[in-house]
């Protein structure tokens, strides 16, 4: 399986950059691997299996046999004029999805939980600039915090921070 050539670029935030052609609409049967603009095409957003952190997301290095760094972004729909879409993986499949959790030593910081109406698995996905790339935020958090490549509680862990 082979994903999409999509690219994550962290702009203060995770944003896609495109080497085809910009995505008025993802394909939910495509799969999209993940990066960041500071950490290159040498790593890609992953989700981690087992112990404490078990279904934490994690920026890990690229590996091509590695499903959970195959995600497919699905429409969910329009509120207020914006499109959100939901992030799964290959690894966890559709019935999971990547959200932010609420509080405590992980606030801010995402994971796959169970596909459901929380505005934690809304995802905006603005273009930045004229160019393909693309910011990522959610209606729980509002455009005021994007999705981080890294910062969190430890540098390899995906977190919303304040948009800039």
């Given at each position: 399986?082979?994903?999409?050539?999509?690219?994550?670029?962290?702009?203060?935030?995770?944003?896609?950059?495109?080497?085809?052609?910009?995505h008025?609409?993802?394909?939910?049967?495509?799969?999209?691997?993940?990066?960041?603009?500071?950490?290159?095409?040498?790593?890609?957003?992953?989700?981690?299996?087992?112990?404490?952190d078990d279904?934490?997301?994690?920026?890990n290095?690229?590996?091509?046999?590695?499903?959970?760094?195959?995600?497919?972004?699905?429409?969910?729909?329009?509120?207020?004029?914006?499109?959100?879409?939901?992030?799964?993986?290959?690894?966890?499949?559709?019935?999971?999805?990547?959200?932010?959790?609420?509080?405590?030593?992980?606030?801010?910081?995402?994971?796959?939980?169970?596909?459901?109406?929380?505005?934690?698995q809304?995802?905006?996905?603005?273009?930045?600039?004229?160019?393909?790339?693309?910011?990522?935020?959610?209606?729980?958090?509002?455009?005021?915090?994007?999705?981080?490549?890294?910062?969190?509680?430890?540098?390899?862990?995906?977190?919303?921070?304040?948009?800039?």
């Amino acid at each position: 399986m082979q994903p999409s050539l999509v690219r994550v670029l962290a702009l203060l935030g995770l944003t896609f950059a495109s080497v085809s052609s910009l995505h008025a609409q993802w394909d939910p049967t495509q799969t999209y691997r993940l990066y960041t603009r500071f950490q290159g095409d040498t790593t890609s957003l992953d989700v981690i299996e087992g112990g404490a952190d078990d279904k934490d997301l994690i920026v890990n290095p690229a590996d091509s046999n590695d499903t959970g760094q195959y995600w497919r972004i699905t429409r969910i729909g329009v509120i207020s004029g914006t499109t959100y879409w939901r992030l799964s993986n290959v690894l966890l499949g559709n019935d999971m999805a990547s959200d932010v959790y609420n509080g405590g030593p992980k606030n801010n910081l995402t994971h796959m939980v169970p596909a459901a109406p929380f505005t934690g698995q809304y995802y905006d996905i603005a273009q930045i600039g004229s160019g393909p790339y693309y910011r990522l935020t959610t209606l729980f958090r509002t455009p005021t915090m994007s999705l981080e490549g890294a910062g969190g509680a430890t540098t390899d862990r995906p977190c919303l921070k304040p948009t800039g």
